[in-house]
């Protein structure tokens, strides 16, 4: 059922050298540095990969979701980085798309699929990360049809660095969740400013930080889809974008694996090869069972979309879970086997073993994940 088509492995080999053109040569710096990898997306951009999510009639150049799912899983390999922006950038085309009027579409979406303008998506806040009903940025709707936007979104990716944001506005405090509306707010708009940029442990070129809006005033046609429609419309996206972050995991949890045999190999431990011990054979034969069966979920995710099922949360839900799950673990099992020098940055082990932490959270934290796929059985 998931063999690759053609068309398919030749997506996957042209992203490899891609991959290992561009990305693989800047991973370490973009790490080391905190730099924002303009220069990567750019280049990405220019090969277009950016316009793969997004539908041919607006500029894109969709084939299929599993597509976009391959993409993620090789430039996961390579930096986590990198792979986040896209994730990021493809949530913000996917609320236009989903939501947005046949003008919007037309008018938003080229920008994004060209790599002209990089997205972004700000949701959470400091008192609303699960608890997105919690939500307190507020939007006022003027007489002349414009809206004025304030709050303060925290933990943003790509924040300061992107170019056009999808925004969550509470408009309508007393209805939660059915309050929440999306606006589009591109940089440089009067009213919206950047604060602090956190430093964080992984994804350190993945500029997290804060998105201000203080009397933003937007026209009228930056409200994407209906008033109160946003939290729908970002749950319906973040369906695309679960099983995009598991294929980045799985990505990642691949290279961890292949370090580790590598290691394996090399290293010699009272006179034999780390590989000739059963302990450490154990450990490689659990990782090949995790990569694989996560590729499976994401790659079963994506078929589901692929037939046309409008809604896939659970199968979505659980290929993320799974995936980073997956991710941390191997990851910590491969700097197992490289013993102490697994914790020196001169091995690239230990940057993925930080990137993959940040995976459990993206998207949705694992425990309200669980939730989901529970509410889905019951």
Known sequence: MYILSDAHRELRDHTRFL????????????????????????ALAQEGILALPIPKEYGGDYRDILSWFIVMEEVGRACGTTAN????????????????????????LPDLASGK?????????LNAGTDSGAIESS???????????????VMIASAGEADRYIIMIKTDPS?????????????????????????????????????????CVVPGDRLIGAEGGGFKTIMKSLDRT????????????QKAMELAIVRAKERQQFGLP??????????????????????LLVYHAAAQRDSGVERFTRESAQAKLFASDAAISIASEALQIFGGWGYMR?????????DARALQLADGSNEILRVVIARSLL
């Not at 939007?139 to 979104?153: A, F, Q, S, T, Y």
């Not at 302990?279 to 995790?290: E, G």
């Open 175 to 215: 209805k939660g969740t059915r309050g929440i509306s999306a606006f589009l707010v591109d940089k440089g708009t009067p009213g919206l400013s950047f604060g602090a940029r956190y430093e964080t442990t992984g994804l350190r070129g993945l500029s997290v930080g804060e998105v201000v809006l203080e009397n």
């Open 274 to 295: 780390l590989a000739d011990q059963q302990m450490v054979q154990a450990k490689l034969a659990d990782m090949a069972c995790q990569v694989d069966a996560a590729r």
């Open 139 to 153: 939007g006022i709707h003027r007489e002349d049809g414009k809206w004025v936007l304030n709050g303060r979104k």
């Open 117 to 125: 303008m990089i997205g972004a998506m700000a949701m959470t806040e």
């Open 242 to 253: 679960r099983p995009a972050v598991g294929a980045m995991a799985v990505g990642l949890a």
């Open 346 to 354: 001169q091995y690239p082990v230990e940057r993925l073993w930080r």
């Open 19 to 42: 991959v290992e053109t561009y990305i693989e040569p800047r991973a370490n710096e973009i790490d080391r540095s905190g730099e924002y990898p303009h220069d990567v997306i750019k």
């Open 85 to 108: 922006i896209l994730a990021s950038h493809s949530l913000c085309a996917y609320v236009i798309e989903i939501s947005g009027t046949e003008e919007q579409k037309h008018r938003f």
